[in-house]
């Protein structure tokens, strides 16, 4: 059965870098485009960024441009996302979570069990 | 950004009831929407994709209609176990784009 698990979660300060991980099984990875989605403290669900299953293209929310970056590793199933210059409103529980479609990009029908990022002094 | 306005942010409603939550777009989006269900606590669960097709798994009372900018999530027959918030995702453009959510509250 499909396993998305997250790790690399932590506590930063503000400016710092982290990097997360997510390591993908029971499916096959290199056809799938993922994604990462978070979610702040008690608030709704922000789709973070996407990239495709060949790694080649990337897209980003305007909250995060410039400052994370996506990237896989099919021979590992594994994605990551490298969070750079990190604010508060960073501070949240990121999700990975693969797309629908073999060889596209849509919406996504499994999700990692998630992993806190705190963004704090 | 394609902004998604979903409504109402909060029912409750009683087992048995039929509900409906709506979801509009600020422009066309074809049939480009998703509906995810979240229970606290947990990941979200996929329950429709491409506006009114049922993710395998889901039972038959959740169903999804709409095409271009107006969409709705109804569930015929509500089950204890639907307490949770909805979500509706649009995957028609980027940056993807979220509704605020549903929480809905079985009485």
């Known amino acids: 059965q499909v396993q998305l698990v997250e790790s690399g979660g932590d506590v930063v300060q503000p400016g710092r870098s982290l990097r997360l991980s997510c390591a993908a099984s029971?499916?096959?990875?290199?056809?799938?485009?993922m994604h990462w989605v978070r979610q702040a403290p008690g608030k709704g669900l922000e789709w973070v960024a996407v990239?495709?299953?060949?790694?080649?293209?990337?897209?980003?929310a305007d909250s995060v441009k410039g400052r994370f970056t996506i990237s896989r590793d099919n021979s590992k199933n594994t994605l990551y996302l490298q969070m750079n210059s990190l604010r508060a409103e960073d501070t949240a529980i990121y999700y990975c979570?693969?797309?629908?479609?073999?060889f596209g990009i849509g919406e996504f029908d499994c999700w990692g069990q998630g992993i806190l990022v705190t963004v704090a002094s | 950004a394609i902004q998604m306005t979903q409504s109402p942010s909060s029912l409750s409603a009683s087992v048995g009831d039929r509900v409906t939550i709506t979801c509009r777009a600020s422009?066309?989006?074809?049939?480009?929407l998703g509906w995810y269900q979240q229970k606290p606590g947990r990941a979200p669960k996929l329950l429709i994709y491409?506006?009114?097709n049922l993710q395998s798994g889901v039972p038959s009372r959740f169903s999804g209609s709409g095409s271009g900018t107006d969409f709705s999530l109804t569930i015929s027959g509500l089950q204890p176990e639907d307490s949770a918030t909805y979500y509706c995702?649009?995957?028609?453009?980027?940056?993807?784009?979220f509704g605020q959510g549903t929480k809905l509250e079985i009485k």
């Open positions: 422009q066309d989006i074809t049939s480009d």
């Open positions: 995702l649009q995957d028609c453009n980027y940056p993807y784009t």
């Open positions: 979570a693969k797309d629908r479609v073999n």
């Open positions: 990239i495709s299953y060949k790694g080649n293209n990337e897209y980003f």
């Open positions: 029971g499916f096959s990875f290199s056809t799938h485009a």
């Open positions: 491409s506006a009114s």
